[in-house]
T-cell receptor, first 113, second 111 residues
Framework: NAGVTQTPKFQVLKTGQSMTLQCAQDMNHNSMYWYRQDPGMGLRLIYYSASEGTTDKGEVPNGYNVSRLNKREFSLRLESAAPSQTSVYFC????????????FGPGTRLTVL | AQSVTQLDSHVSVSEGTPVLLRCNYSSSYSPSLFWYVQHPNKGLQLLLKYTSAATLVKGINGFEAEFKKSETSFHLTKPSAHMSDAAEYFCVVSVSYKLSFGAGTTVTVRA
């Protein structure tokens, strides 16, 4: 099993450009999450999908949209990138959305110039 | 509301000596608690979790943590540090769907 995979690993954008970060899991998990990691701030939840067909805002959703394409895949879209969105983005999944451990992907390092 | 505070942003230890990473939490409800480790340029890996069973939780790689409700703490320990323990460690509290992450503690291990 590959676990949680993310593409791309690295990306550089110019301000105003758009892009989609892809995430897939092969553990048959119901819940999936997108986080961003910034120095000294831990991980902050952007959006989550408790189950296939549902998505909800997390702590820092502004400037992002998500799509739960199917049970395996959960994408994060930046419509108009801003320098404040320079960060490392992690996708995670869990069997249920309560109390279960989350499994993390390797991350996408995004720089917005 | 819930929150988690990691009391040390950086801990430096000598190889073979004990490691202590401190974590305090606040939660209105009975939480689940986790410790994750992140090695450089890698994703997060679960070390251990507490979900209202035994208060002393054993994890991978010789780590363990003790849940103390009266002190609202969940400190992580290891009796003997190894060079491979150099990483960033996150304490996480979970209530319902939401995980709240501490800011992280960076551990360096001196030879």
């Amino acid at each position: 099993n590959a676990g949680v995979t993310q593409t791309p690993k690295f990306q550089v954008l110019k301000t105003g450009q758009s892009m989609t970060l892809q995430c897939a899991q092969d553990m048959n998990h119901n819940s999936m999450y997108w986080y961003r990691q910034d120095p000294g701030m831990g991980l902050r939840l952007i959006y989550y999908s408790a189950s296939e067909g549902t998505t909800d805002k997390g702590e820092v959703p502004n400037g992002y949209n998500v799509s739960r394409l199917n049970k395996r895949e959960f994408s994060l879209r930046l419509e108009s990138a801003a320098p404040s969105q320079t960060s490392v983005y992690f996708c995670a999944s869990s069997e249920r959305y309560r109390r279960d451990e989350q499994f993390f992907g390797p991350g996408t390092r995004l720089t917005v110039l | 509301a819930q929150s988690v505070t990691q009391l040390d942003s950086h801990v430096s230890v000598s190889e073979g000596t004990p490691v202590l990473l401190r974590c305090n939490y606040s939660s209105s409800y009975s939480p689940s608690l986790f410790w994750y480790v992140q090695h450089p340029n890698k994703g997060l890996q679960l070390l251990l979790k507490y979900t209202s069973a035994a208060t002393l939780v054993k994890g991978i790689n010789g780590f363990e943590a003790e849940f103390k409700k009266s002190e609202t703490s969940f400190h992580l320990t290891k009796p003997s540090a190894h060079m491979s323990d150099a990483a960033e460690y996150f304490c996480v509290v979970s209530v319902s769907y939401k995980l709240s992450f501490g800011a992280g503690t960076t551990v360096t291990v001196r030879a």
